[in-house]
Structure formats: C-alpha cells, structure tokens
C-alpha cells in the first residue's frame, strides 16, 4: 500500500519498516512482513515477467527477516537446503523432521547443515521405506534412511506403542507381524468398538469369525500416460 500510494520502490518500504523496528516484534509487523513476501510473489506468479534483481534481493531480505523472528518454522526437507535458511545457523533449538523413516539418508544432511542443538526424528520403518527405483539403490542400500539406520545401530529410540484408529482385533495382525506385538490399542477405542454390534455379525457371515480377511484380486495396473 506505502509502495503504491507514495511510488516508493519495496527496498524503500523495507528500509522504512526495518529503521522503525521495535525490539519486541508485534504481530502487526509480522503480518506487513507477510504482506509484502506475498506481494512479490504474487506479482512475479501471476505473470509472465521475471523479477529485477533489485526485488530479488529484497525478496530474500524479507524472507531471512520473517525466519529470524519466527518461533516455530515449517518447511519440506528438500527445500531445507535452500540457502534463505543459513541465517538460522546455530540458531536452531530443535529440529523436527516426520516421516523421516521414507527420507534418504542424504536427505537428511540437508537440514542438519544448520546445525541445531537437538534433533528428533520421527517415523516408522516398518511401514514405508524411503523410495528407490534402481536395483544399484537397493544394492548399495540407498534406499535405507539415516532412522532406521541408527536403529540398526543400536541407538536408544521410543516407540509410541498405542494407537486409536484401528479396531482391536485388526491391530493384532501388525502388532504380531510387525511390531512384536507390542503395538496396544487404546481402551476408549476398544469401548467404542464395542457399541458396533454389526461388526460380529459381518465376521460370522462372511469371513468365519475371522478378523483379518486379505483377498488377492487379479488384474492389472492401468497407467493413464
């Protein structure tokens, strides 16, 4: 708005934004620093034109700013390698990375190249691996995250041993298959079940009582390309 009322330039508002800085950021600031983020993009997005370099660099002024004033930040682990994020350096506290166990390793060093005080990975090797499609992958096991890889090697870890979606009885099946059957359900989800008289009466119809009924359909894969 300052930039179109006044025919001020965005380097001109930052400046101006940033010499007025308080010590303590408030939320209005945050959000004019928002605002002009998205400004920018949406300009240069909706657009066939490309951006000078003098809006680059305020682009990515605005963006290191917006990151060295936020609490929490949120981002995909590829794009952790940019390099917008090296202000953060040493400045991180905890680094959370999920689903880690379908991360390659390598992917991994990326947000590690900040250098935070702790890291916590979270994920599940026994459900997807991170995904490779050559046989050298899996020969040199590529395919074999830096999560499962420190499990292999006998690092500490805590396994959340309760889950609450499933019926109780189908639990059973992964928990002896997979998990050692450690895996429990939680007791509100076993009451629950209990109210869906049905489900014995589709067990003893169809499948002899049977928990756990896998059917093997043949076909084929349709691909669409």
Not at 16 to 40: R, V
Not at 169 to 187: R, V
């Amino acid at each position: 708005i300052k930039a179109k009322n006044n025919e001020l330039t965005y380097k001109n508002v930052l400046l101006d934004n940033l010499a007025s800085k308080q010590e303590i950021h408030d939320l209005e600031y945050e959000n004019e620093l928002i605002y002009l983020i998205f400004s920018i993009f949406k300009k240069y997005l909706m657009t066939e034109n490309t951006p000078g370099q003098d809006e680059r660099e305020i682009f990515k002024d605005l963006l290191k700013e917006l990151l060295e004033i936020s609490n929490i930040v949120f981002t995909t682990i590829n794009s952790s390698g940019n390099f917008i994020f090296d202000s953060l350096k040493h400045n991180i506290s905890h680094l959370i990375i999920d689903e880690s166990s379908q991360c390659y390793e390598i992917q991994c060093l990326l947000p590690l190249r900040l250098l935070p005080d702790k890291v916590i990975l979270i994920g599940d090797p026994s459900q997807l691996p991170a995904t490779t499609f050559s046989d050298f992958s899996l020969r040199t096991k590529f395919n074999i995250g830096l999560f499962e890889r420190m499990i292999d090697n006998g690092y500490p870890y805590i396994m959340l041993d309760t889950q609450y979606r499933m019926n109780n009885e189908i639990c059973s099946f992964p928990s002896s298959q997979f998990y050692e059957a450690k895996l429990k359900t939680h007791y509100l989800t076993i009451e629950k079940d209990k109210h869906y008289k049905w489900i014995d009466e589709v067990k003893s119809h169809y499948f002899n009582s049977k928990s756990s009924v896998f059917v093997n359909v043949n076909g084929i894969t349709k691909n669409d390309n």
